[in-house]
């Protein structure tokens, strides 16, 4: 399993170009239907604009779309799917929304236009890396509860909760492949003792 890039929310950003007006929005979607929908809340947006320009790419999924709408073939869709590729991101849709100036930019000015929106877009954006991670649960005695929690620390863990109860429970998140030596380490210091959960692995930013 890989981790991957991705973002986090929305993000927009404006380009004017002799007249035309582009406005790139982007979001996180990670899935076809999250993608379309974000589609069609820019185009109830932009009702009156000329275009509305797509391209998404889709982890989980493994799917790729792009659309010119209306505008000369792979002078707009295709940068914009090329930008989301060249700054390796995935689980995210760019929709350009173009209001015509008047003044034609040819397709060379169209490409130009389109990249440049959409470049502008992901750097407002803030990125996420999400990795295969677990959840591990861990029960400790009181006494050992401090050094159970360096073990953690040393391990990379982000713990995201502490119970303390008859025993005290450490609740937290690791990347995949990392929760092996902190098991092995609890298990040195409570002789076996420990009463430990390990989740399957999942993704997660992290």
């Known amino acids: 399993m890989e981790g991957y890039i991705t973002v986090q929310g929305t993000a927009c950003a404006t380009l004017v170009e002799k007249k035309s007006e582009f406005i790139a929005n982007l979001s996180f979607a990670d899935t076809e239907e999250k993608a379309l929908e974000f589609l069609d809340k820019v185009?109830?947006?932009?009702?009156?604009?000329?275009?509305?320009?797509?391209?998404?790419?889709?982890?989980?999924?493994?799917?790729?779309?792009?659309?010119?709408?209306?505008?000369?073939?792979?002078?707009?869709?295709?940068?914009?799917?090329?930008?989301?590729?060249h700054a390796n991101l995935t689980d995210v849709?760019?929709?350009?929304?173009?209001?015509?100036?008047?003044?034609?930019?040819?397709t060379g000015g169209l490409v130009r236009a389109y990249t440049q929106a959409a470049q502008l877009a992901v750097q407002q954006a803030k990125l996420v890396c999400v990795r295969p991670v677990v959840n591990v649960q861990a029960a400790v005695e009181y006494p050992l509860y401090q050094r159970a929690a360096r073990l953690f620390e040393e391990a990379g863990a982000r713990v995201t909760d502490t119970v303390f109860g008859a025993d005290?429970?450490?609740?937290?998140?690791?990347p995949f492949g990392a929760e092996q030596g902190l098991?092995?380490?609890?298990?040195?210091?409570?002789?076996?003792?420990?009463?430990?959960?390990?989740?399957p692995v999942y993704h997660a930013p992290f």
């Open 183 to 199: 098991l092995l380490a609890l298990s040195e210091l409570c002789r076996g003792q420990e009463k430990v959960q390990v989740s």
């Open 168 to 174: 005290v429970t450490i609740c937290a998140t690791l």
């Open 93 to 106: 849709v760019v929709v350009v929304t173009r209001y015509f100036g008047g003044i034609l930019l040819g």
């Open 43 to 85: 185009r109830s947006q932009h009702r009156t604009a000329r275009h509305n320009v797509y391209a998404y790419c889709l982890q989980g999924q493994n799917r790729v779309r792009y659309s010119d709408d209306g505008e000369p073939a792979k002078t707009a869709g295709l940068p914009v799917l090329e930008v989301i590729q």
